[in-house]
């Protein structure tokens, strides 16, 4: 199964789960508010595989401050999210 199969499908059951109640959907909405400059899509799918993230930026936008100050702490979780019509982790 390829990543975009897989993250479709999960955006897919994400979706369905959310809905369902009332608590679900807040938590959904605290999500997408804390990545307010993130597509509701890709909110979703932090959501549904880190609802506690507090950040996400792609592996190119660290890497240059990884030197000066930004360090990401090794072993930290990765989320897959759509990029542009590709998919980035």
Not at 57 to 72: K, M, R
């Amino acid at each position: 199964m390829s990543r975009a199969t897989s993250l479709a499908d999960l955006y897919r059951a994400s979706v369905q789960e959310y809905t369902k109640t009332p608590a679900e959907w807040k938590g959904l909405l605290s999500c997408v508010a804390r990545f307010y400059k993130r597509s509701f899509d890709n909110a979703v799918l932090i959501y549904a595989q880190k609802p506690d993230a507090t950040q996400c930026h792609s592996s190119n936008y660290l890497e240059p401050f990884s030197s000066v100050y930004l360090d990401v702490l090794s072993g930290s979780d990765s989320v897959l999210v759509r990029l542009n019509g590709g998919y980035s982790a």
